[in-house]
């Protein structure tokens, strides 16, 4: 089973930007659908952005236009990039990922791994 380590979440102001990097562990990465995760407080784990093995992506109506998706099958990681970054997009970010071709349900998986913290305040 492919294991997922999420990194650079941080504190940011408004109308800031962050780049969070998940990296896989093993090679097979390559043939996975991924996707970008997050959870706020109180609230329910929610898709952020997907990206399939082709390249296509997908993204939730509240970040279209703010946030790509990107992947880099040689480093086994996928990216997230941020811009114009509201407070509303506090959470804590996950991924995760599964051989299907579609982007899956944060209810399609059982295990996560600690997920990066992204608080955006001034």
């Known amino acids: 089973q492919v294991q997922f380590v999420e990194s650079g979440g941080g504190l940011v102001q408004p109308g800031g930007s962050l780049r969070l990097s998940c990296a896989a562990s093993?090679?097979?990465?390559?043939?996975?659908?991924m996707g970008w995760y997050r959870q706020a407080p109180g609230k329910q784990r929610e898709l952020v952005a997907g990206?399939?093995?082709?390249?296509?992506?997908k993204y939730a109506d509240s970040v279209k236009g703010r946030f790509t998706i990107s992947r880099d099958n040689a480093k086994n990681t996928v990216y997230l990039q941020m811009t114009s970054l509201k407070p509303e997009d506090t959470a804590v970010y996950y991924c995760?990922?599964?051989?299907?071709?579609?982007?899956?349900?944060?209810?399609?998986?059982?295990?996560w791994g600690q997920g990066t913290q992204v608080t955006v305040s001034s």
């Open positions: 093993r090679s097979i990465f390559n043939i996975y659908t």
């Open positions: 990206i399939t093995r082709g390249g296509s992506t």
């Open positions: 995760n990922g599964h051989l299907l071709p579609v982007v899956g349900n944060p209810t399609d998986f059982t295990s």
